[in-house]
């Protein structure tokens, strides 16, 4: 009888977390397509941990997770330290916290934004990129 109990309580807790995790992965994209929205409309936001040490560990996850989807270090590096771009990419992650996202949703969107923008480059500038990472590139903050 208590077999049964306890296998009821883990199936149970299992139905639970499944619909928790549903959950935040609705809630992750809401938040990302309002943030596309605010920055589609031109609105400026800055995140509250920009210029902190917070913004070494967000360049340092989504490089690190854009090349991982096969995103070219450079093109990370070199094509967001414009003051345009970083401003855009910021604004993004500002408005998705604005919206209750944590660090980690935020990393994870800023890492999409710019996975985005690679994909929407020629085939051609990608490669060029690419070649410049097999030369070897400077880490951003080393």
């Not at 989807?69 to 855009?88: I, W």
């Not at 935020?106 to 410049?132: M, N, T």
């Amino acid at each position: 009888m208590a077999v049964l109990l306890v296998i009821a309580l883990v199936v149970i807790a299992l139905i639970w977390m499944n619909a928790v995790g549903k959950a935040k992965a609705r809630m992750h994209f809401a938040n990302e397509r309002g943030a596309q929205r605010d920055t589609q409309a031109g609105h400026i936001r800055k995140p509250t941990w920009i210029d902190t040490p917070k913004e070494k560990i967000f360049f340092e996850q989504v490089v690190d997770v854009t090349h991982k989807q096969g995103v070219s270090k450079t093109f990370v590096m070199k094509g967001f330290m414009s003051p345009d771009a970083a401003q855009a990419l910021f604004s993004h992650v500002a408005h998705m916290e604005a919206r209750g996202s944590s660090f980690s949703e935020q990393v994870i969107s800023g890492a999409d934004y710019v996975s985005d923008a690679w994909h929407q480059l020629p085939e051609d500038v990608r490669r060029g990129f690419a070649s410049k990472d097999k030369l070897g590139v400077l880490g951003l903050f080393s």
